[in-house]
């Protein structure tokens, strides 16, 4: 699960370029990271284990290179783990996105040849296989042929690069994982994403499964896989344009995205109307629809799942994206499959994807990032249009896909703008809770939770899927235990958990919960529990009251942003990263 960009082209400083496009690409992992370039008969690479920050290299200028940012799936996070691998004779270097399933097994024959592999890794075989084959060859259709061959060995969702310094080529293939193609004034580039080739790239072609091209200072050339016939790569204007990763006054981008949430709503509100009309006719149309999504967009699909039932009275199933897979076997080409990713790339969701095309479902997509896999595999895509979300905390989507779940419901039922009047004066109150006596509010919450062992959120109805995410908010930025749950289950062991002191954050919106998440909250309160309530009453149970005014069934747009807050005042309190956590990446591209 990796970033990968390589350059071949005009002779420049090629380290330095790469590493910048790499910084574009830590989303998907800030282990390690490592850069390398093809110059004077020899592959110079540096590599360094954590995030790229303000690293600057000392190589030197070069027409070829490429580079490569880690989150560790085999092996540590050490410098001998990082990419680039090279081989033995210094000609050969691989980067990879991916796990090779097989690779226990490659191993194995490279070593019983008598070759000895230095790092622990899945994608060290890839090297030796290559090198072993080029071997005495000097040719660039040879090595497309040998670098096919090998892909075709390897078995999983996988996108390599192989840096071959005889021939200076970049030889790029991929199942599944994506790569695209990149052609500008100086050369031609390749990258796990488009927004790495913003800056660089006029022209754009995606990759296909089963095409391998090479790159060289003449420009880039695609081949059938099996045939190795020449394809014509489909060239088109970039979608992405570069993004501001200006900070615009707010110490990190969590603080700046959470605040931007209102403004995502009302323009969901104003400019996706289209967009919902469309989905819920593909909703009303199918025999069944399944709304997937992992991590927060789980949350945001669970919640969907409420307020279809209580807006549309419909039902929607939901099911976790790396579940779905093996609950597949109820789909027919009347299913429709509805998955929410910020990415557009979590690997768990394209599986689904790819499981649920097979049934012959029909899919829908909510999307942030527009001509992402997910994008281009969908039937119906529906584009946030949130911006581009740099923390690895998802806090503008969720409300995003939540917000257009929304006023899907509330189109199916006939009720448009009911749903768009709703959106907006939820984000009137979302912009009243970000007032800086509101936040200053929580950051006095903070400080005194900050010792704390763990934290439990509970709501129910459309308040458990808010308490899940608030949760999953709090301990991912945070690193304390958190732990969301239905109202309804505290007896059923969670009450054990409660000692003097425990944080208890209550979701107690005016609906038909109310007086029963009440109840709870104060048998918490009897075992010590300390109850924060996000409600628009405050209940003498309350310890602290979060006031938030009743928005109907928009509260999970409303009372998100108060977790949002205390996870990120957690962190600080903490003196931890609010952007990059420990361990996680913002696109979860394998396994
Ligand atoms: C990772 C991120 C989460 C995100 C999840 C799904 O785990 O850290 O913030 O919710 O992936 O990502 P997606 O891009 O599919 O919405």
Redesign the pocket.
Known sequence: MCGIFGYVGVPRDTGEMVLDALRKLEYRGYDSWGVGVGVNGHIAVEKNIGKIGSSVLDLPLSSIGFGHTRWATHGGVTQANAHPHVDPSGRVAVIHNGIIENFRSLRAQIEAGGRALVSETDTEVVVHLVAAQLAGTCDPQRTVEIVGNVFEQLQGFNAIIVLDRATGTLTAVKNVSPLVIGRGIDGCYVASDQLALAEYATEIAFLEDRQIVQLDDDGARAFDLDTLRSLHLDWRAPTVKGYSAELSGYPDFLMKEIHEQPEVVRRVASELGGEAQQLAGEISDSYGTFFI?????SYAALTGSYLFSRIARRHVNFVVGSEFSYQEHFLTDRSLVCA???????ID?IQSVLTAKDRGARIGALVNVEGSTLDRMADVSLHLKAGPELS???TK?YTAKVALLLLTAYALDGRMKEGEDLLLQAADVMEESLHPDATDRIRGLAGRFRVSRSLFAVGRGLSFPTALEAALKIK?VSYIHAEGFAGGELKHGVIALIEEGTPCLVFAPEDETYTDIISGATELKSRGGYIVGVSSRNDPVFDVHIPLADVGNASPLTTAIPAQLLGRELAVARGLDPDKPRN?????TVK
């Open positions: 999504g992992c991590g927060t967009a929410l990713s910020q990415s557009g790339e979590t969701i690895v905390l998802s989507t991912e996680l990446a913002k696109s979860v």
